[in-house]
């Protein structure tokens, strides 16, 4: 069975472009989370969708990045305009459906982007 | 707010040596799983293991052991007779599951990780 896949696994890109990240996740995952990893510091929560519907939002820095669901599957990550303090690395992950079982709770995760915005 | 705290940044030791990572977490729900996940060269993270709340017995994977404690909010990893294999990133983290109700269940809160190098 395929894991989370995300690609470009690295972006290099100036300051004021736009950069899209993409997430497949495992097949059958409903929930799907992106984070990010700045500078050595720890991972930080951005958001959480739940098939197409956006669960939880909180961690989104401001209002240049945008995440779609489209039709519950892949996701994608859009940053724009890109500035220096978003680079770092994107990881996405996913996990089962609702419910209180082991595996229900447990996210996979790929292996993420590193973005550079220079 | 929940919060992971791993103080180890950096832990560099010799082959066979054993090894202990520490984690201390902070939650206010009585309801919460615990993770390890581990970050090897190639970039992903992989799940070694969660542990929920109500469930403190310590639990062992071949050389790995885990060792719960609620009264002083630590979940510590222990690697025994480490191998050039285990150098890696390894997270702590603390989620609120699913079933526990809120808005924000099922993210993760993740400790800053700690650099695990083994030399041969």
């Known amino acids: 069975e395929a894991g989370v896949t995300q690609f470009p696994s690295h972006s290099v890109i100036e300051k004021g472009q736009t950069v899209t990240l993409r997430c497949d996740p495992i097949s059958g995952h409903d929930n799907l989370y992106w984070y990010r990893r700045v500078m050595g510091k720890e991972i930080k929560f951005l958001l959480h969708f739940v098939k197409e519907s956006k669960q939880d939002e909180s961690g989104m820095p401001n209002n240049r990045f945008l995440a779609e669901r489209t039709g519950g599957t892949y996701s994608t990550l859009k940053v724009q305009p890109a500035e220096l303090e978003d680079s770092g690395v994107y990881f996405c992950?996913?996990?089962?459906?609702?419910?209180?079982?082991?595996?229900?709770?447990?996210?996979?995760f790929g292996a993420g982007t590193r973005l550079s915005v220079l | 707010a929940q919060k992971v705290t791993q103080a180890q940044t950096e832990i560099s030791v010799v082959e066979k040596e054993d090894v202990t990572l520490d984690c201390v977490y902070e939650t206010r729900d009585t309801t919460y799983y615990l993770f390890w996940y581990k970050q090897p060269p190639s970039g992903e993270l992989v799940f070694l293991i969660r542990?929920?709340?109500?469930?403190?017995q310590n639990e062992i994977s071949g050389r790995y052991s885990w060792n719960f404690q609620k009264s002083t909010s630590s979940f510590n990893f222990t690697i025994t007779a480490s191998q050039v294999v285990d150098s890696a990133v390894y997270f702590c983290a603390l989620s609120t599951p699913f079933f526990a109700g809120g808005t924000s269940y099922g993210k993760l809160t993740f400790g800053q990780g700690t650099i695990l190098t083994v030399h041969p």
């Open positions: 542990r929920n709340s109500f469930d403190e």
């Open positions: 992950a996913s996990s089962q459906g609702l419910g209180s079982g082991l595996a229900k709770n447990i996210q996979y």
